[in-house]
């Protein structure tokens, strides 16, 4: 079974046709690697016009659900936008990671890794500047179903624990 990457993209408030090129650019380079991409910009159907995207409250009724169905299905989070402030983004990675405990990998631009300081480094899983890098990493600590199966029995193992002290700790 291939691997299931979440294309998280910030695409409100951007030209249509930036965020359709960049989406299937994107799609293609993985699925070449042999990557199944469950993209939102795609199953939108978001057109490459000149117009700003903004999606209306009665599309995001559908959208957002169907997001986060994709995003369950998907074995790792991809944030393709991590340089800009997308409201969106940061619900799918918070839904992917904080809900589901699902893994998630930061690509930013060529050159514009953040600081080591960054929080992105003590919360995501990965962070790099290329698509190239990333595919590396998800094949190498996600690849098969037995290397998911011990990532995700590890993190549990560390998270669990906590997470339950933490909720009772909710009571007081």
């Not at 300081?117 to 190498?140: G, H």
Request: hydrophobic fraction near 40%; charged fraction near 30%; include cysteine.
């Amino acid at each position: 079974m291939a691997i299931k990457i979440y294309a998280a993209r910030g695409m409100t408030g951007r030209v249509k046709e930036e965020v359709v090129n960049e989406a299937k650019q994107d799609k293609e380079f993985l699925e070449k690697a042999g990557l199944t991409v469950l993209c939102p910009v795609a199953k939108e159907g978001v057109e490459a016009t000149k117009q700003i995207l903004l999606s209306s409250s009665k599309a995001m009724k559908s959208y957002w659900p169907e997001d986060k169905r994709m995003i369950r299905e998907a074995h790792v989070l991809f944030d393709h936008s991590p340089h800009m402030n997308s409201e969106g983004v940061k619900h799918e990675l918070g839904y992917g990671r904080y809900a589901l405990w699902k893994p998630v990998v930061r690509i930013y631009p060529s050159g514009k890794l953040p600081p080591k300081s960054s929080v992105a480094y003590f919360e995501d899983d990965y962070i790099c500047d290329s698509l190239e890098e990333a595919i590396e990493y998800v094949y190498r600590v996600h690849g098969t179903f037995r290397k998911r199966l011990k990532w995700r029995l590890k993190m549990l193992n560390r998270c669990i624990p906590k997470w339950l002290l933490f909720q009772l700790g909710e009571f007081k």
